[in-house]
């Protein structure tokens, strides 16, 4: 068995350092994302029809709606209560005393 009481928790100063190292990591990657995004959009020599940039942007307000309107849904089932555990009730005419509890 081993003895856990030797070990310490991090620090607030060590927390915070990690979670910025992590920002920063997360920042470099968009960062370069977006770089290799741009060269592969502007090193084609294919040119984009009018078509071609209308279906780019129909898909992309598209996603945008189906995405909302799908957040709104979680939403608005969270605040129904609908997300709650199912629980039974019992059927006060099937109940032979009448809901209440019987301690015998």
């Known amino acids: 068995m081993s003895d856990t009481s030797n070990q310490t928790a ?28 741009y060269l592969g959009w502007s090193r084609t020599d294919t040119e984009v ?12 307000v598209f996603s945008l709606v189906v995405g909302v309107g799908l957040m709104a849904l979680i939403f608005y089932s969270s ?8 629980t039974l009730i019992p059927d006060p005419e099937s ?10």
Not at 96 to 101: C, V
């Open 79 to 86: 605040r129904q209560g609908y997300d709650e555990p199912a």
């Open 10 to 37: 991090p620090t607030a100063s060590q927390g915070g350092l990690a979670r910025w190292v992590v920002i920063a990591v997360l920042g470099a990657l968009l960062v370069a994302a977006g770089a290799l995004a």
């Open 95 to 104: 109940d032979p005393d009448g809901g209440r509890d019987n301690p015998r």
């Open 49 to 60: 029809p009018a078509s071609g940039y209308v279906a780019l942007v129909l898909g992309v």
